[in-house]
């Protein structure tokens, strides 16, 4: 799936995946109209993002043995070894966020870290405000799956815990050496009783499934999504969570490839669900919930701070249908593994 | 006549130069097979 020239059906979803010139690709959209085509609906393919809490601020992913990973300094020092795809994706990044300091915005991003109002010397603050720290209920016969960079198998806080895995990136194995799969699984999915306090996971009961469907550097397709979600509904996942997308236009409509995805995804009784965005700079700019949170089948999670506002980073699209937040819950400033 | 566009600039930043198309679920062999044929592939170079 890494090669642009691949092309791939997953049958259970009903999409097809395949380069197309822009003339095939024309074809295909005037296929559409054909009712004795089955082809229903038709997008580009997106290059998509591990999505960071705060894309500004000073995160540092561990690995399991409390060093910084080097993967992305290793990678930056063997130039020749970067792939299209990371490189597309790294010059997408450079050019907005230079965009975004050429328009000031970004020094809204270096707001005053107000003092913790919670003692977490237990749970932390997001535990606490969604009373998941008292819950009765702890995710049991639930199985919940994370579509990320993956997740660091040896972690000791998941010992002996049931994890299906799968790496949907070529030569890339489950292990997370990016951090942030990790990272997500431990606030789904964390132990009730960690080995370093505070407490930070939700569902310390429930079945992990981690599919890898972003690479070490943080960056997937759509195909690769797909090929998670499909893998994920064959288990019978009830939860799919990916803290992944790509910024949208204000007014770019769903992809409804993707839109369709959701709604078969419903019928088999998986609820995917995805972040809004962390691409805003709020108060001067809310950016509109990107893809593909912003299908109206996926649910689009905004972020919240410590105040429980609606996060300075987090998107939210207000004008049309399908394009809003669903739900907002903690992100900023969330302790983890 | 300007040189058409081809690849990831024909669809936009942050793409992937691929298409991603829903097909019928109860007709997805027809619909690939349909695919096949706009794009110009024959059954046997295609990769499904």
Known sequence: MESPEASIVFPNLGVAVMPASPEQFMGIRAAEADSNVPIIASAPENVVFALQEDPF?????LTSEGEEDE????V???????????LRG??????NLVGRVVAGEALVELEEVIPAAFDESQTTWGLQVTKAATSQFSGTG????????????????FAGRSITSRSFIENEPVHD??????HCIGTACGPQRPSKLPRYGVAYTAD???????????SGTDAQILGGIEWAIAHGCE?????LGAPVLPGQRPNPVVEKVGQRALGQGTLIIAAAGNESGRPTRINPVGHPANCRSIMAVGALDERLQVASFSNGERTRPGGEVNIAAPGRLTLNI | MAEQEQGPEFFGPGTTGRTLVALEPDRVEAGANALSDLAGVSRERRGW
């Open chain 1, 90 to 95: 790294y010059s997408d990044a450079v050019q």
């Open chain 1, 76 to 86: 930056i020092a063997s130039p020749a070894g970067l792939s299209m795809e990371y």
């Open chain 1, 239 to 243: 939860v799919l969570s990916m803290s």
């Open chain 1, 208 to 218: 992990t499934f981690a599919g890898k469907v972003l690479s070490n550097r943080g």
């Open chain 1, 71 to 74: 993967t992305f300094a290793s």
């Open chain 1, 57 to 61: 601020g000073e995160e540092e992913w």
């Open chain 1, 142 to 157: 639930i199985k919940v799956a994370v579509l990320d960079t993956g997740m660091d198998l040896e972690h000791p806080d």
């Open chain 1, 177 to 182: 050496r990016h951090g942030h799969g990790t």
